[in-house]
């Protein structure tokens, strides 16, 4: 289960700065691919990460997909962000009814390497979706779910269920669970010294000299 405390910290902070503070720790491998943007800019995305994979399959018939596709809805934790890989860049690996039985079971929202369809229906529903493309094409007879709560890779970046997400209009940043206490800490903190340095600035002061006292910009 979700750390409640944490996700609600989580969903105050913001992309640039929680990236700012992993790299501060040495972790400059930290974000999803530039392509993967949220389908509504002013949609922020916050909580424990829970994993899913797939791959196309053309020889299936469309029980088969659609039973593995509505397993994954079943499966799906409540109060966590759905991360899918699907091996997959033609079809949508999102739609309108999946994306509102998700969020009529809890799940916060959800993050695909690959495309959403039923666009228009989804903004208006609010439920939060990060994907690379647009497509009318789905799963049915084509693609099937190979994996849910296992380890997954998006470009060079390994996601693990468990690990914390945060996604906002400039990108996706995830942070392992094992330091996530510690990086939101760091990042509140991070975020008031940027206050106090804009305080500084608007105030007449140099900004050479407010980043030599502060060490941020």
Partial sequence: MPNNDLVSRLEKCYTGAVYDVLRERGMKNTILPHAIKSIDPEKKLAGKIW???GEIDESLDKD?????????????????????????????????????????RGVRGYIVDGGCRD???????????FCKYFTPSDVVCRWKVKTLGKPIKIGQLLI????YVLGDIDGVVVIPNEIAEEVITETEKYINTESALRKDIL????PQEAYLKYRVF
Wanted: glycine fraction near 8%.
């Fill in 160 to 163: 693990n269920t468990g690990d």
């Fill in 119 to 129: 666009v228009d229906f989804i903004l208006k529903l609010g439920f939060p979706v």
């Fill in 203 to 206: 105030s007449g002061v140099d």
């Fill in 51 to 53: 994993t899913c994979s």
């Fill in 64 to 104: 088969t997909t659609m039973l593995s596709w509505t397993k994954m809805l079943s499966k799906a934790p409540s109060d966590s962000v759905i991360i899918c890989q699907p091996n997959d860049g033609t079809i949508a690996h999102m739609g309108e009814l999946s994306a509102e039985t998700l969020k009529y």
